[in-house]
């Protein structure tokens, strides 16, 4: 059972950085590709960075240039390390695992990016 917990969110102003952090538990991390996602209220779920278990990385077009995303099989963990922050980025953040047959979701963890 696919187990994800998300950590480092908070709130930063506008410019600010925040690294978020999801640990796995429960699955062979590095065969499962990975993902952020982020929820603004109001809003669908979307995209903001995934990553293959082969190592490329795929980014919304809002985030390029700002966001690195980043894993560490030997801590079954996924990163993401947000710059330049703007209001905008302001939502809930969802780690995803996928592999064929199998996907699971961390619980969400608060980004606010406000002055």
């Known amino acids: 059972q696919v187990q994800l917990v998300e950590s480092g969110g908070g709130l930063v102003q506008p410019g600010g950085s925040l690294r978020l952090s999801c640990a796995a538990s429960?699955?062979?991390?590095?065969?499962?590709?990975m993902g952020w996602y982020r929820q603004a209220p109001g809003k669908q779920r979307e995209l903001v960075a995934s990553l293959t278990r082969g190592g490329s990385a795929n980014y919304a077009d809002s985030v390029k240039g700002r966001f690195t995303l980043s894993r560490d099989n030997a801590k079954n963990t996924l990163y993401l390390q947000m710059n330049s922050l703007k209001p905008e980025d302001t939502a809930v953040y969802y780690c995803?695992?996928?592999?064929?047959?199998?996907?699971?979701w961390g619980q969400g963890t608060q980004v606010t990016v406000s002055s």
């Open positions: 995803r695992a996928e592999l064929v047959g199998t996907t699971g």
């Open positions: 429960g699955i062979t991390f590095s065969i499962y590709n």
